[in-house]
């Protein structure tokens, strides 16, 4: 056997190798990069308990994650403001659970504020579950006693669905979720509406005022 034969032959099994690897490989690369926000992972294991959103639900939400900052999610162009990012997102698109408890905080607490005040308070129940130091989904920080007015029981009202202001709510949810604008309140932990001064505000220190609330760390 030639020495151009023999090196032929030992090299073949190696391309055949390659070629396998590269593959098969894909899939499983793809599935360890996948970044599924904490509070998804939270709702997909409480699917099994039927207290969650259908997987389908669970699967759009977590596409969602990786969205770049300040990118309009539909054709990836960047927002020349919050009111045009709110413009761009899906009004029709459904809500997982714990999406809802989000933009349902946002429509009680700040509704009648402005764009930037609505994402400040998400934003503070996006920290807050991702902080260690309260309940690791939305649903659980918005219901957890003591802390929201309008939650009842451990219940959240219904929101009117129909409603421009439950639109808006839903659209700033997915933006704060995402991350896909600063926003002045975005290490908040906690905030006071500013007509109030409660007695733990001075051991905080102070982030943000907007609108009618006051935002610490």
Same mark, same amino acid.
């Given at each position: 056997?030639?020495?151009?034969?023999?090196?032929?032959?030992?090299?073949?099994?190696?391309?055949?190798?390659?070629?396998?690897?590269?593959? !098969?490989?894909?899939?499983?690369?793809?599935?360890?990069?996948?970044?599924?926000?904490?509070?998804?992972?939270? $709702?997909?294991?409480?699917?099994?308990?039927? $207290?969650?959103?259908?997987?389908?639900? =669970?699967?759009?939400e977590? $596409?969602?994650v990786a969205q770049p900052l300040h990118q309009n999610p539909v054709?990836?162009?960047?927002?020349?403001?919050?009111?045009?990012?709110?413009? !761009?997102?899906?009004?029709?698109a459904v809500l997982?659970?714990?999406l809802t408890c989000l933009a349902s905080a946002i429509y009680y607490e700040a509704r009648g504020e402005t764009l930037e005040g609505q994402l400040a308070v998400g934003q503070v129940i996006v920290n807050r579950a991702g902080s260690g130091k309260f309940p690791q989904d939305y649903c659980g920080v918005v219901t957890q006693p003591g802390q929201f007015s309008?939650?009842?029981?451990?219940? =959240?009202?219904?929101?009117?669905?129909d409603s421009p202001a439950w639109q808006r709510a839903s659209a700033?949810?997915?933006?704060?979720h995402q991350e896909l604008w600063d926003s002045? @309140?975005?290490?908040?932990?906690?905030?006071? @509406?500013?007509?109030?001064?409660p007695v733990w505000a001075s051991r905080k220190p102070l982030l943000a005022r907007i609108d009618s609330h006051v935002f610490y760390r």
């Open positions: 056997m030639s020495f151009l034969t023999s090196r032929a032959a030992a090299i073949a099994p190696a391309a055949l190798f390659l070629f396998a690897l590269a593959s !098969t490989g894909g899939s499983g690369a793809i599935a360890q990069d996948q970044v599924i926000h904490p509070a998804i992972a939270d $709702t997909v294991s409480a699917q099994s308990s039927g $207290t969650a959103a259908p997987a389908d639900q =669970i699967r759009f977590a $596409t969602e054709d990836q162009a960047p927002a020349a403001n919050l009111r045009e990012l709110v413009a !761009t997102m899906p009004a029709d997982s659970r714990d309008f939650v009842s029981g451990g219940s =959240i009202p219904q929101a009117r669905r700033i949810a997915r933006i704060a002045k @309140a975005d290490n908040a932990l906690y905030f006071h @509406a500013s007509r109030v001064r």
